[in-house]
């Protein structure tokens, strides 16, 4: 059987030819094939004046589709396409790379929240690692530590008045930065009942005089203790939290009366030891290993004890109290450096804790 030329129908449009032979494929698979009555054949009535298609061929030919409508632009569109020339294939240039953020100062600090510490700590993380959750304050808290041991060493030889100035200053910073230092804050209750603690142990000091100083600093701190635990006891929260807020009201008050040894002490040795402890904390920020660092330090408070104590009266004996003052005063540094602490820890706790817990050595070797 040989296949007859298709004859064009009445409606058959030419330009549906053409464009049917530049888009490249034949008739016989552009069209669509029927079988059986269809939809429209039965819901909708028939275009008046349109075309009837013709009949179905044998031999498996089929009845041209018209084109719809919404065709006409995309037949346009390849006849366009079509026409121009082709053009040369060029590589997409690669996107300019973006600049590097600069790189933030790494301070040891993590960052700070407001809605309460729900990450892993920074000393968490450190744990894990193998590290040691260890930053010490700086040269900054130790240049601020040693201009209030300064303070302390000038201001002992003109009154107890005069010293008290000071005395309280570092009676505060160590209040606040031993309930930070212990991650409880704010807890201005506690802060205000170790100050206050503080500040009685002074005028007790004060109105007793010198020679009573024992019993005038002992008597505040046991007052103190059973204050504490008598507000801890009636206080609603659950019995770790009470437990963990009487160990530090109790810690931080003993640290504030005990720092009253500056005003019980003779002035001359206030002024050795305070001096001492000002030049240890500046050689320990140095940026030395840490056991040589220590060793420095040891030595500086030694030298400056000899210095001072040479001027005031006490010759070699100096020695012995800066270097004496100097081991408390590191293990006060030590203490604020613990457990990653801020930066504010470092401004209260940094600053005073070396000076307050040299306050005992300063007391008992006068």
Request: hydrophobic share 45%; with cysteine.
């Amino acid at each position: 059987m040989t296949n007859q030329p298709y004859e064009p129908y009445e409606g058959y449009d030419p330009y549906q030819q053409q464009a049917q032979q530049q888009w490249g494929y034949d008739e016989q698979y552009a069209t669509q094939q029927w079988q059986g009555q269809t939809w429209e054949t039965q819901t909708h009535a028939p275009v008046q004046g349109a075309a009837a298609p013709p009949p179905m061929a044998a031999g498996g030919e089929t009845a041209y589709l018209p084109p719809q409508p919404y065709e006409q632009p995309y037949v346009a569109e390849q006849q366009q396409q079509q026409q121009q020339p082709p053009q040369a294939y060029s590589a997409p240039s690669a996107a300019p790379a973006p600049a590097p953020a600069p790189a933030e100062p790494d301070t040891g600090y993590g960052p700070a929240t407001l809605a309460g510490n729900a990450r892993v700590t920074d000393a968490q993380r450190a744990r894990l690692e193998g590290r040691s959750p260890i930053i010490e304050p700086g040269m900054q808290p130790a240049l601020l530590t040693a201009l209030l041991g300064l303070l302390l060493a000038v201001a002992a030889p003109i009154s107890s008045y005069a010293l008290v100035v000071p005395l309280v200053i570092l009676q505060a910073v160590t209040a606040a930065g031993w309930f930070r230092l212990n991650g409880m804050w704010p807890a201005r209750q506690g802060i205000a009942l170790a100050f206050l603690g503080g500040v009685t142990a002074d005028v007790a000091v004060l109105v007793a005089g010198r020679d009573q100083a024992p019993a005038a600093i002992l008597g505040p701190l046991g007052v103190w203790v059973l204050l504490t635990l008598v507000l801890q006891l009636r206080s609603h929260a659950d019995p770790d939290t009470r437990m963990y807020g009487l160990m530090a009201t109790v810690a931080s008050s003993a640290l504030a009366i005990i720092a009253t040894g500056y005003l019980g002490a003779d002035p001359d040795t206030v002024s050795v030891g305070a001096a001492a402890v000002a030049v240890a904390v500046l050689a320990r920020a140095l940026p030395l290993p840490t056991p040589a660092s220590v060793v420095v330090s040891l030595l500086a408070a030694a030298g400056a004890g000899i210095a001072v104590g040479g001027m005031t009266g006490l010759g070699a004996k100096g020695a012995l109290i800066g270097a004496s003052a100097a081991v408390c005063a590191l293990i006060g540094h030590r203490a604020a450096s613990y457990d990653y602490p801020s930066r504010f820890v470092h401004f209260t706790a940094g600053v005073a804790l070396p000076l307050t817990a040299a306050a005992p050595v300063v007391w008992i070797l006068h």
